[in-house]
């Protein structure tokens, strides 16, 4: 750990709050005041930075650099015990605040605000639980970290399935995984949570011990405290197959015949694929990348045999470990821009709707010529219908598990901030264009499939995302946090 730094004299000037005083009490207390609070609290496993320091620029650092904003002071927390104090000052002074993993939230202060910012990246221990085929996975890693630990160990557990995606906000999102069609999502893995409740008290939620706690913690977020450490399943893992294959627009009919027969006729758990209709400015056109995974050093003859067919720019298909495959995929290309996602719920990609899907990529790419576009992305995810069944349990995501819908997702990347507005604006358009012509073509199970809470743009309706479980999240909500604490946090409040 890195040593804690003494706090400056000059400091000695500002207002403190007596750290016994009521969690009910609010006072006037300035930002910089509560990160000096927060210096003098904590112990010598966490630490204070301020701007200055290659250790605050890290702390607010985001894969998204819209989701990027300077805070008064970044905390980066080392024990759940000096989390528990960090909330306690937070709660009395009534001080905004951040919780960041691992950074790759693109919705605009859901993992950053101007006063204080918690950066969990001290909380990285990974260790496997052989009797339990479990593992204890820190809440400041990235997968990337989790896999490569996990990789001679010869298990894997349901994570994200492309390059620097936070264990975090992944899991308590949900979590759709290369995995998911065996196991489930990454909720339906969680066997316990290490949690810093809103009073500052550290509990260990499972099923047993709090089972409504249990629930909200699976797709809920941060509305219930701080997770500092998740326990998940683990499985046996071999080398995969698989990797990314890049193809120009004019290989559209292939691709789509390719996806219709994948998703009709493949029932193997074991493969899975994601199709993303990338508009690329700098040709003007739509390259469509094919995300192709196997979990087995080689698939059996058939599954992929279309798609490898056709002709194709660029292809990296091998047989490799799993964190090959995951840092394969080209999602950090847009690392460093300005981002948003926007997602929904699709029940079938149909002919219709990849027509829809390649005339709105070109459609926005030549809209946004002169906006400092990056990147107009659409990207649809084929899972078998099964896999909200590997779970018995209500959970806070999917709040139903009858409806067999797949999240989609539209992601948009550029440089301005000057059009931070017309791209946000124009991923809910589309989304609602798309939905709409699905919806036309007969997929009415839509009106009742939740949204993606790790894709949902900001501003989309809380009943959209969790649907009937609202009540149950709102009363656990008030059990859990009354003077709500964690609503000084940003994310989806209930």
Not at 58 to 63: D, L, Q, V, W
Not at 201 to 212: A, Q
Not at 466 to 494: C, E, Q, S
Request: charged letters at 15%; aromatic letters at 10%.
């Amino acid at each position: 750990m890195l040593p804690r730094r003494a706090v400056l004299a000059c400091v000695a000037c500002l207002p403190l709050v007596a750290l016994g005083s009521s969690i009910l009490e609010e006072r006037k207390v300035t930002p910089q005041a509560v990160c000096v609070q927060i210096a003098h609290a904590i112990s010598s496993a966490s630490e204070v930075f301020y701007p200055g320091s290659p250790l605050y620029e890290k702390g607010i650092s985001h894969y998204a650099i819209s989701s990027t904003q300077r805070s008064i002071c970044v905390v980066e927390a080392g024990s759940p015990a000096d989390v528990g104090k960090i909330l306690g000052i937070l709660g009395r002074t009534r001080t905004p605040f951040a919780v960041k993993g691992g950074g790759h939230a693109t919705n605009p202060g859901f993992s950053s605000m101007p006063d204080v910012h918690i950066s969990m990246y001290r909380f990285s221990e990974i260790k496997y639980n052989a009797a339990s085929q479990t593992a204890d996975i820190g809440a400041g890693l990235i997968w990337d970290d989790v896999y490569a630990a996990l990789e001679p160990l010869g298990v894997n557990v349901v994570g994200g399935r492309v390059t620097g995606i936070g264990v975090a906000g992944f899991t308590l999102g949900g979590g759709y995984s290369w995995k998911t069609n065996q196991y489930g999502l990454a909720v339906d893995n969680v066997v316990a949570f290490e949690l810093v409740q809103p009073s500052g008290h550290v509990v260990t939620v499972t099923k047993k011990s709090d089972p409504e706690l249990f629930f909200g913690l699976k797709g809920g977020q941060n509305n219930f405290g701080i997770v500092t450490k998740f326990t998940l399943k683990t499985f046996p893992q071999t080398q995969v197959w698989g990797g990314t294959i890049n193809c120009l627009g004019s290989t559209l009919p292939e691709i789509r015949a390719a996806t219709a027969a994948f998703q009709t006729s493949v029932t193997d758990p074991k493969a899975a694929i994601i199709m993303a209709y990338n508009y690329v400015p700098a040709v003007q056109q739509v390259i469509v990348a094919q995300l192709l995974f196997y979990d087995a050093p080689a698939p059996p003859p058939g599954i992929f045999d279309a798609f490898l067919a056709i002709p194709s720019i660029q292809s990296d298909i091998s047989t490799r470990s799993f964190l090959s495959l995951v840092q394969s995929s080209p999602s950090n290309m847009t690392a460093g821009t300005r981002a948003i996602y926007e997602g929904f719920p699709i029940l079938s990609f149909t002919p219709t709707i990849s027509d829809v899907l390649a005339n709105e990529s070109m459609f926005w790419g030549a809209a946004f010529s002169d906006k400092s576009e990056i990147l107009i992305s659409y990207d649809i995810e084929i899972f078998l219908p099964s896999i909200y069944s590997h779970n018995p349990d209500k959970t806070a995501f999917p709040p139903v598990r009858n409806i067999p819908f797949q999240p989609f997702n539209i992601a948009y990347a550029w440089n301005s901030s000057e059009f931070d507005a017309d791209f946000h604006k124009a991923a809910v358009d589309s989304a609602a264009h798309i939905r709409k012509a699905a919806l036309a073509e007969g997929q009415t199970q839509l009106v009742h499939a939740p949204n993606y809470p790790n894709y949902a743009i900001i501003g989309t309706p809380l009943a959209d995302i969790y649907g009937g479980n609202l009540p149950a999240l709102h009363a656990l909500k008030a059990r859990v946090d009354p003077t709500n604490i964690m609503g000084l946090a940003g994310g989806w409040k209930f």
